[in-house]
């Protein structure tokens, strides 16, 4: 488990407050030919919505807010709910600008992750201490991202490696849960592929 997981799930267990989580709000940046406000929207709503579409079970919830706690958290959980958009008939999106926007908000004030806006490609990329998160923004063409970012990087240059394969164990890392309380073995198969229980 990495750092900021290990200390995400020390206050899950000890300090973890779920009404601060669920009240947390984060005013997203707009660009100024939008009609769009700036003014405060809730993050865990649909964030929860999202977790409901993939039927999440109670302890993917509660790692889920543990994440929130933390930068790096806030994009392994995006990461995660993204993993999840192929298994169900048609994802709720509503969760991915709050919950990135928190996490680079949240990178400035703990230090957990570099943010990058590459307006070339329309992506966010959040760099932690162990991995590397891309989020395409594009479509969410009404945010200023520049604002949201640490820095602007066109035609920025990241590793490319798929991130999802793992995305249900490295949030889960939050809770110091074992993988053995949420993964199954399909003895059906002699590849020992294991699936999640949400």
Excluded at 50 to 62: E, F, G, S
Excluded at 121 to 139: I, K, N, R, S, W
Aim: with cysteine; charged share 30%.
């Amino acid at each position: 488990m990495h750092g900021r997981a290990s200390c995400a799930a020390g206050s899950a267990t000890n300090d973890f407050k779920p009404v601060d989580i669920e009240n947390r709000t984060v005013v997203i940046p707009r660009k100024e030919d939008t009609t769009k406000k700036e003014e405060p929207v809730e993050v865990w709503p649909p964030v929860e919505a999202a977790l409901d579409k993939v039927d999440a079970d109670p302890t993917t919830q509660q790692a889920a807010q543990a994440a929130m706690e933390v930068s790096d958290g806030c994009a392994t959980l995006a990461n995660f709910l993204i993993s999840q958009a192929e298994q169900v008939e048609k994802m709720d999106y509503r969760f991915k600008v709050p919950l990135i926007v928190l996490g680079a908000k949240l990178a400035r004030e703990d230090g957990g992750a570099n943010t990058i806006y590459d307006p070339d490609e329309g992506a966010l990329h959040f760099e932690t201490d162990e991995h590397h998160f891309t989020f395409e923004v594009y479509e969410d063409w009404t945010v200023d991202w520049e604002r949201v970012a640490d820095r602007i990087e066109s035609g920025y240059n990241w590793d490319g490696v798929e991130k999802q394969v793992w995305a249900l164990d490295w949030l889960m890392a939050y809770l110091e849960v074992p993988s053995d309380d949420y993964m199954v073995d399909d003895e059906g198969d002699d590849d020992d592929q294991y699936y999640s229980r949400i």
